[in-house]
C-alpha cells in the first residue's frame, strides 16, 4: 500500500484527521508486553485484573499512544515526522472494543525552518466516550522548499 504524502500547503486550520479504528484483543495486549517488556499481568491475566478492581484487562496506555502515533503518521505520509506527541490517559480501554482514534488541526507555522502542523488528538471508545486525549506536533514537508531545491 502506497502512502499519500501531505504537504504544510495542504493543511488547514481545523481540518479533521481520517480516523483509523483499532480492535485490540488480549493477544496484541500480550505482545505488546513483550515488545515493551513490561509484564503488568493487569494486561494480559483477567483472574489479576478483576482483583484489581477492573471488568477485564486493560489495554496499556503506551499501547494506546502507539495508536495516535499511527494516526498521525497515516495521515501525514512517509516524508514527515512526529516531532512531539503527548497523551493522558482518562479511562481504561479494553479488548474487542473498538478504539477510535481522531485528529484536529489546531494550527500550522514555521519555526526553524520546519513546517510544523499541531494537532489535538484522541482516542474514544466502543462508546464514543473520550479514553486518552494529547497534543501532537508534526514535521511536513513544503512545495515551496521543494521549489528552492537546486537542479541537478
Not at 54 to 77: E, R
Not at 105 to 116: F, I, S, T
Request: hydrophobic share 40%.
Amino acid at each position: 500500500m502506497t502512502r499519500v504524502q501531505l504537504y504544510y500547503e495542504d493543511v488547514k486550520h481545523g481540518a479533521e484527521l481520517p480516523s483509523i479504528i483499532k480492535v485490540p484483543t488480549t493477544i496484541d495486549l500480550v505482545r505488546y508486553c513483550a515488545a515493551a517488556n513490561d509484564f503488568s499481568p493487569i494486561h494480559f491475566d483477567e483472574p489479576y485484573a478483576r482483583a484489581r478492581g477492573m471488568h477485564s484487562v486493560i489495554v496499556q496506555g503506551f499501547f494506546k499512544a502507539a495508536c495516535l502515533g499511527q494516526l498521525l503518521t497515516d495521515w501525514a505520509g512517509p516524508k514527515s515526522w512526529v516531532k512531539r506527541i503527548a497523551t493522558k490517559y482518562q479511562r481504561v480501554n479494553v479488548p474487542n472494543d473498538p478504539m477510535t482514534c481522531r485528529g484536529r488541526v489546531l494550527k500550522k507555522y514555521m519555526h526553524a525552518g520546519d513546517y510544523l502542523v499541531e494537532v489535538d488528538i484522541w482516542l474514544e471508545n466502543g462508546q464514543g466516550e473520550v479514553t486518552t486525549n494529547g497534543q501532537a506536533t508534526v514535521v511536513l514537508p513544503s512545495r515551496l522548499s521543494l521549489n528552492e531545491q537546486p537542479a541537478e
